[in-house]
C-alpha cells in the first residue's frame, strides 16, 4: 500500500555545492564530492554509512556508477531514473521504498553540472522529436513559451502576471546570498527585456549556473541518533504521459496533476495545509501552472492567484524561498534543489528568509518538456 511509506523515511542532511561559476578544470564529480561531504559532515554520518545511492546526469549516461567510481562507494542499491529534471524528486520516492524494504540503509541523492564554467550553455535532455525540427525550436524555451502562449489564449492571463514570476522570486532571491542573480527586479524590466522565444524574454528564463547539490534519507530510527531534526517524507508521486511536446494532450495540463494527487493522497494533508511550495522554475509560466495542477487553485486561476505578491515574500503562498531557478542556481537539471531548501524551512533554518512556523512543504518539479512530473510532501515531526 501507498499510503506505507508515509513517514517512513526522512531526510537527514542536505547541503549544494559551490554555485555560480566555479571556474575552468572544475567537473561535475568533483561538485557532486563537494556536496556529499558537506551533506554528510551536516549529517554526522561518514562516507562508509551510504549504501544506496542515487544521481541522474546530462553528463554521464550511468550516472549512478560514475559518480559511486569517483567517490569510491561501493553501494548495495543503485538508481540512475533520469526523467529530466525532477529525476531527484523521483530518487526520493525511489529511496523511500528501498529504505523500507531494507535494500539500503542509508540513501545519497547527487547532481552536478558545470553548464556555465563548461561553456555548454542551456544544457538539457530535452531533444526534438523529428516531426519538430523543421521548424527549429530552441529547446526547451520554445516549448515552453508556446504553452506559455497558450495559456494566455485559453485562460486570459497576462503578460504581467507571468513577469510577476520573475519579480517575486527575485524577491526571495534578495534574501539569500546564495543566489546568483539579487539585484532588483520589475515587471517591466521583465517584459522589456530581449526577446528569447515568445512571450519569453530573457528575464522570463532562468539563469544559467554552475552546481551540485546533495540529500541524505535514511529511516526514523537511525535518524534519532544524528545530528539534524529529521524532515519526513509525508508523501510522494511521480507521472509521465508524453515525450515530445507534439504528443501533450493540453499545452496547459501537465503531469503534475496525476503525480501531485498520489503524493498528497498517501501525505493525507490537501494544498491548504500547505505552509511553503519550492518549485521547478526554468520558465515564468511554470510556478503558475504548477499551481493550477497541484490543487492550489483552479485551471486558469493561476495568474491571478499568484498576483499581487502572493507567491513572494510576506505572502499567503510562499514559492521559492531561495529565489528558485530563476534567480538562485539552475545548473541544468534544478528538482534537487527544491528539496534541499525545501528541508531547510522546516528546519527553521531559512535565515531571512524563513517562513514563519513552516511545516508542511511541496517540493515538486517536471522534466522533459512538460514531460514527466514528480511530487514531494515533507513534514516535521509534527506532521507525523
Same mark, same amino acid.
Given at each position: 500500500?501507498?499510503?506505507?511509506?508515509?513517514?517512513?523515511?526522512?531526510?537527514?542532511?542536505?547541503?549544494?555545492?559551490?554555485?555560480?561559476?566555479?571556474?575552468?578544470?572544475?567537473?561535475?564529480?568533483?561538485?557532486?564530492?563537494?556536496?556529499?561531504?558537506?551533506?554528510?559532515?551536516?549529517?554526522?554520518?561518514?562516507?562508509?554509512?551510504?549504501?544506496?545511492?542515487?544521481?541522474?546526469?546530462?553528463?554521464?549516461?550511468?550516472?549512478?556508477?560514475?559518480?559511486?567510481?569517483?567517490?569510491?562507494?561501493?553501494?548495495? *542499491?543503485?538508481?540512475? !531514473?533520469?526523467?529530466?529534471?525532477?529525476?531527484?524528486?523521483? &530518487?526520493?520516492?525511489?529511496?523511500?521504498?528501498?529504505?523500507?524494504?531494507?535494500?539500503?540503509?542509508?540513501?545519497?541523492?547527487?547532481?552536478?553540472?558545470?553548464?556555465?564554467?563548461?561553456?555548454?550553455?542551456?544544457?538539457?535532455?530535452?531533444?526534438?522529436?523529428? *516531426?519538430?525540427?523543421? *521548424?527549429?525550436?530552441?529547446?526547451?524555451?520554445?516549448?515552453? =513559451?508556446?504553452?506559455?502562449?497558450?495559456?494566455?489564449?485559453?485562460?486570459?492571463? !497576462?503578460?504581467?502576471?507571468?513577469?510577476?514570476?520573475?519579480?517575486?522570486?527575485?524577491?526571495?532571491?534578495?534574501?539569500?546570498?546564495?543566489?546568483?542573480?539579487?539585484?532588483?527586479? !520589475?515587471?517591466?524590466?521583465?517584459?522589456?527585456?530581449?526577446?528569447?522565444?515568445?512571450?519569453?524574454?530573457?528575464?522570463?528564463?532562468?539563469?544559467?549556473?554552475?552546481?551540485?547539490?546533495?540529500?541524505?534519507?535514511?529511516?526514523?530510527?537511525?535518524?534519532?541518533?544524528?545530528?539534524?531534526?529529521?524532515?519526513?517524507?509525508?508523501?510522494?508521486?511521480?507521472?509521465?504521459?508524453?515525450?515530445?511536446?507534439?504528443?501533450?494532450?493540453?499545452?496547459?495540463?501537465?503531469?503534475?496533476?496525476?503525480?501531485?494527487?498520489?503524493?498528497?493522497?498517501?501525505?493525507?494533508?490537501?494544498?491548504?495545509?500547505?505552509?511553503?511550495?519550492?518549485?521547478?522554475?526554468?520558465? !515564468?509560466?511554470?510556478?503558475?501552472?504548477?499551481?493550477?495542477?497541484?490543487?492550489?487553485?483552479?485551471?486558469?486561476?493561476?495568474?491571478?492567484?499568484?498576483?499581487?505578491?502572493?507567491?513572494?515574500?510576506?505572502? =499567503?503562498?510562499?514559492?521559492?524561498?531561495?529565489?528558485?531557478?530563476?534567480?538562485?542556481? &539552475?545548473?541544468?537539471?534544478?528538482?534537487?534543489?527544491?528539496?534541499?531548501?525545501?528541508?531547510?524551512?522546516?528546519?527553521?533554518? /531559512?535565515?531571512?528568509?524563513?517562513?514563519?512556523?513552516?511545516?508542511?512543504?511541496?517540493?515538486?518539479?517536471? /522534466?522533459?518538456?512538460?514531460?514527466?512530473?514528480?511530487?514531494?510532501?515533507?513534514?516535521?515531526?509534527?506532521?507525523?
Amino acid at each position: 500500500m501507498t499510503e506505507d511509506l508515509r513517514g517512513k523515511a526522512c531526510i537527514v542532511g542536505v547541503a549544494e555545492s559551490d554555485l555560480g561559476a566555479v571556474g575552468e578544470g572544475v567537473t561535475p564529480l568533483d561538485l557532486q564530492a563537494q556536496a556529499m561531504a558537506c551533506a554528510l559532515d551536516e549529517a554526522g554520518l561518514k562516507k562508509s554509512d551510504v549504501d544506496g545511492l542515487f544521481s541522474a546526469s546530462v553528463y554521464y549516461q550511468m550516472a549512478s556508477v560514475e559518480v559511486a567510481e569517483y567517490l569510491g562507494i561501493q553501494p548495495r *542499491y543503485t538508481d540512475s !531514473t533520469t526523467v529530466g529534471g525532477c529525476s531527484f524528486i523521483v &530518487h526520493l520516492h525511489h529511496a523511500a521504498t528501498a529504505l523500507q524494504t531494507g535494500a539500503c540503509d542509508v540513501a545519497l541523492i547527487l547532481y552536478a553540472s558545470t553548464q556555465r564554467s563548461g561553456g555548454t550553455g542551456f544544457t538539457t535532455n530535452a531533444n526534438p522529436s523529428p *516531426y519538430e525540427l523543421p *521548424y527549429g525550436p530552441r529547446m526547451p524555451i520554445s516549448m515552453y =513559451a508556446m504553452s506559455a502562449a497558450r495559456h494566455m489564449h485559453q485562460y486570459g492571463t !497576462t503578460r504581467e502576471q507571468i513577469a510577476e514570476v520573475a519579480v517575486q522570486t527575485r524577491a526571495w532571491a534578495q534574501m539569500n546570498p546564495k543566489a546568483f542573480m539579487r539585484d532588483p527586479l !520589475t515587471v517591466d524590466e521583465v517584459i522589456n527585456a530581449r526577446m528569447i522565444s515568445e512571450p519569453f524574454t530573457l528575464l522570463d528564463c532562468c539563469v544559467v549556473t554552475d552546481g551540485g547539490g546533495a540529500v541524505i534519507v535514511t529511516r526514523p530510527d537511525r535518524a534519532k541518533d544524528l545530528k539534524q531534526q529529521p524532515i519526513y517524507l509525508l508523501g510522494a508521486g511521480e507521472a509521465h504521459w508524453h515525450r515530445h511536446i507534439n504528443q501533450m494532450p493540453d499545452l496547459t495540463v501537465t503531469a503534475g496533476i496525476d503525480s501531485g494527487r498520489r503524493a498528497f493522497e498517501m501525505a493525507g494533508v490537501t494544498p491548504e495545509d500547505v505552509d511553503v511550495c519550492e518549485l521547478y522554475d526554468a520558465f !515564468t509560466i511554470f510556478p503558475i501552472m504548477h499551481l493550477e495542477d497541484l490543487g492550489f487553485c483552479a485551471k486558469g486561476e493561476g495568474g491571478p492567484f499568484i498576483s499581487g505578491g502572493r507567491i513572494g515574500p510576506g505572502g =499567503a503562498c510562499p514559492v521559492n524561498t531561495n529565489g528558485g531557478g530563476m534567480s538562485y542556481c &539552475h545548473p541544468g537539471m534544478y528538482g534537487i534543489f527544491t528539496i534541499i531548501e525545501a528541508t531547510r524551512q522546516l528546519r527553521g533554518q /531559512g535565515e531571512d528568509r524563513q517562513v514563519d512556523g513552516a511545516q508542511v512543504a511541496v517540493a515538486h518539479g517536471v /522534466g522533459g518538456v512538460w514531460s514527466a512530473a514528480a511530487t514531494s510532501i515533507l513534514g516535521t515531526e509534527a506532521t507525523l
